[in-house]
């Protein structure tokens, strides 16, 4: 392998992509994927809405209609939002901090994988006997009940791809702890590089327990143990406390990092510093704190007391308060600056009301009285779309549109994408603010159906065709996607002409190693800096141009995931009793892992360097993106 | 990377200076010792006296907890520079977990 441009075939491609751990390269694998599941449960989302559109309607049956919003609400968050999040730490949290890479580049694509095939484990149930069924949430009074082998999917598969996203969340706390080029402090990193760490903290955190609850809901359904079945002393309230002790930061996981594209889209297109910079850090901190204090609110009608729930209400308001400040800073941040009204800026603007919506809401239902009425409700389903997709799928969709040209080298059209916003904008409002009213007009969360003497048709109406908006314009973005791959326009290092930080000052791709000398940062948006000083070459070198050590790819990652996907299937039919190559499937299974283990420990991968004359020839113009 | 490596000599001073420093460390290492067997000792010394039970639990997990940050600071040289980012994770999720079975412990058990 070496930087020397080559031609390669679609098979060779393939390859290098299975084997990658290169951070750009998972990035693009996790957006890929990502992406794919994103669609998938959008096509979920569209068959909910076409089986309420009108009263009574026989599209879906009841059942089916169950396993549709647990796989809708369980791929869009563990699947689709936090991948593409994924995606964008990867490809541009290391070009920020000025790495060459992240801390653990095997570890990175170890994760990737992971996650790969947990999502495709837990997808495959559509096919083999049926989906889970039991909300995302996973209760387990309906888990336990439930037949057939749909939450044993949810349960291995969440499993698999827990570990995934675990795995990346240390890589990134490590990385931005101990890879940041000389003089990026701490108070100098870019605000996405700091809401990927506190969201990395969060991952690490947050997911033991919900791992632990998993293993519960695996011993109580496969091997007979009573953690949560009561007639045998155990006690189901356990799983709602596990599961929302991660839910609830979970959800912060998938904000924050929101919060850091918008946080820069801001700047960006106001030219100007993020106003209250330090407020904004430690806001980002602060709400990862309270994150964790919370998570009894999702349980105010569980009965868990006025004590207790009067302790968590009150925690729940006190979030209101970070928060605030960020959207004030954001808002600070826009006043007075020289606004460009481009596509992702455009995003972060609408941005800013919509999430405020779904906020508002989120303290009405902090007051557990109220929430008393709301709970279960319409009310809810509204609330939290408007955060999410408000909050995180804005961030996504504009994400994209700002990131694309860093990732790929060509610039999405900015005119489909502004009519990919306006139809996914008004769609969304479309479709989930007429829900609140639904809510207080009595409907229930995760009815199948509902009758037309109840006076919900009108309003289920125009929310089945807001949804049509939103698909329409999830099909523009793909049918942009297409076309500028097609034209395959090459842009510069920064093509929104306003960069400010580290990753805009290389070439979009960057190369393989990033930075052919490491950076030297003197303040915050570092970038910016250079430019306002007249600096041609965007920064300041910290060392020395010289031979780069760089690790070899590898196919342990996917061999070792691989590996587990299959013991998967032994350990689900297993318990069967019929089927006596279950627990050969299993040992297989574990062996293909333990002993992908072995290799990787017992072989020494030193890893390869690049040497400083073919750096020379890189700079002077040649192979710019990878090998 | 090859070109950051160089060897340095130490002067006197410096000798001196770490010389002064490990003579110090040692000196916090066997004064931290000496109380950790004290702690130990009263509380081998409470359950030989039969005190109630309510008593002594809270003051046994009392003096776990001060062992185990004696044990990080002084042995495991968690005050040591560089271990600030390390320190605060722990805590963090000491801070976690002692949320979540504080609220396991009296909401769903008591």
């Not at chain 1, 209400?313 to 928060?323: D, E, N, Q, S």
């Amino acid at each position: 392998m070496s930087s020397i441009a080559q031609k390669k075939g679609f098979g060779a491609t393939i390859w290098d992509f299975m084997t990658t751990v290169d951070h750009k390269k998972i990035a693009i694998l996790y957006l890929i994927s990502g992406g794919f599941f994103f669609l998938v449960g959008g096509i979920e989302a569209m068959m909910i809405r076409i089986q309420l559109a009108k009263a009574g309607n026989d599209f879906l049956s009841a059942g089916l209609y169950n396993e549709i919003i647990t796989m809708h609400g369980t791929t869009m968050i563990f699947l689709a939002s936090m991948p593409i999040l994924l995606a964008f730490m990867n490809a541009i949290m290391p070009l920020q901090i000025g790495a060459r890479d992240v801390a653990f580049p095997f570890l990175n694509s170890l994760g990737f994988w992971l996650f790969f095939f947990g999502g495709i484990f837990l997808n495959l149930s559509w096919f083999m006997g049926g989906a889970p069924d039991a909300g995302w949430t996973n209760y387990a009074s309906l888990a336990l009940a439930s037949e057939g082998h749909g939450i044993d999917f949810y349960t291995l598969g969440l499993t698999i791809s827990g570990f995934g996203t675990l795995i990346a969340g240390i890589n990134f706390l490590v990385t931005i702890i101990n890879m940041r080029a000389p003089g990026m402090t701490y108070m100098r990193m870019p605000l996405f590089t700091w809401t990927t760490f506190v969201a990395s903290a969060l991952i690490l955190l947050a997911f033991p327990p919900l791992t632990v609850g998993l293993f519960f809901m695996v011993f109580d359904r496969l091997f007979g143990a009573s953690f949560f079945a009561v007639e045998m002393g155990g006690n189901t309230i356990i799983w709602e406390h596990l599961f929302w002790i991660f839910g609830h930061p979970e959800v912060y996981i998938l904000i924050l990092p929101a919060f850091g594209i918008f946080s820069e889209i801001f700047a960006i297109f106001s030219r100007k510093r993020l106003f209250g910079y330090t407020a904004l850090v430690f806001a980002t901190i602060l709400i990862g704190f309270y994150g964790f204090m919370v998570w009894a609110h999702h349980m105010f009608t569980v009965g868990l007391g006025p004590t207790a729930n009067a302790v968590f209400a009150l925690a729940t308001m006190i979030i209101a308060v970070p928060t605030g400040i960020k959207i004030f800073n954001w808002l600070l941040t826009i006043w007075g600056g020289s606004i460009s009204f481009t596509t992702p800026m455009i995003y972060a603007v609408a941005f800013i009301p919509s999430f405020v919506a779904g906020g508002v809401t989120g303290v009405m239902q902090a007051i557990a009285p109220l929430d008393y009425q709301l709970h279960d409700s319409y009310f809810i389903v509204a609330h939290f779309h408007y955060v999410i997709v408000g909050g995180v799928v804005l961030a996504i969709l504009a994400g994209t549109h700002l990131y694309w040209p860093k990732m790929f080298g060509t610039m999405l059209s900015e005119k489909l994408g502004k009519w990919t916003f306006w139809f996914f904008f008004i769609g969304f409002h479309l479709t989930f603010f007429i829900q609140h009213f639904l809510g207080l007009m009595g409907m229930p969360r995760r009815v199948y159906t509902f009758g037309a003497d109840q006076g919900w048709d009108l309003f289920n109406a125009i929310s089945s065709a807001g949804a049509i908006f939103m698909a329409i314009g999830v099909i523009i973005l793909l049918v942009n996607v297409v076309m500028t791959t097609i034209k395959n326009e090459r842009v510069g290092n920064d093509p929104w002409g306003d960069g400010r930080t580290l990753e805009w000052a290389i070439p979009s791709p960057p190369p393989f190693y990033n930075f052919a000398q490491t950076p030297l940062v003197r303040g915050l948006d570092s970038f910016w800096i250079e430019k306002m000083e007249g600096n041609k070459k965007g920064m300041i070198f910290a060392e020395p141009l010289g031979d780069i050590h760089m690790p070899n790819n590898s196919f342990i990652p996917f061999v070792m995931s691989l590996g587990m996907f299959v013991a998967s299937f032994g350990a689900l039919y297993f318990l069967d009793g019929d089927k006596p190559w279950a627990l050969a499937v299993l040992v297989i299974g574990l062996l293909i892992t333990f002993g992908s283990m072995l290799v990787r420990s017992l072989k020494d991968d030193l890893g390869f360097h690049i040497t400083k004359a073919e750096l020379l020839k890189d700079a002077k113009g040649g192979n710019t993106d990878g090998h | 990377m090859a070109h950051d490596t160089h060897i340095h000599v130490r002067s006197k001073a410096e000798f001196e200076y770490a010389k002064k420093k490990r003579a110090d460390e040692m000196r916090g290492h066997l004064a931290t010792f000496a109380i950790m067997i004290f702690l130990t000792l009263i509380a081998f010394t409470m359950v030989a006296a039969g005190f109630s039970a309510y008593l002594i639990v809270p003051i046994i997990l009392l003096l776990a907890g001060i062992q185990v940050i004696l044990q990080l600071y002084y042995f495991m040289h968690m005050s040591g520079k560089g271990h600030g980012m390390v320190a605060f994770f722990m805590f963090c999720g000491m801070f976690v977990a002692f949320i979540t079975v504080l609220a396991l412990v009296t909401i769903v058990w008591w």
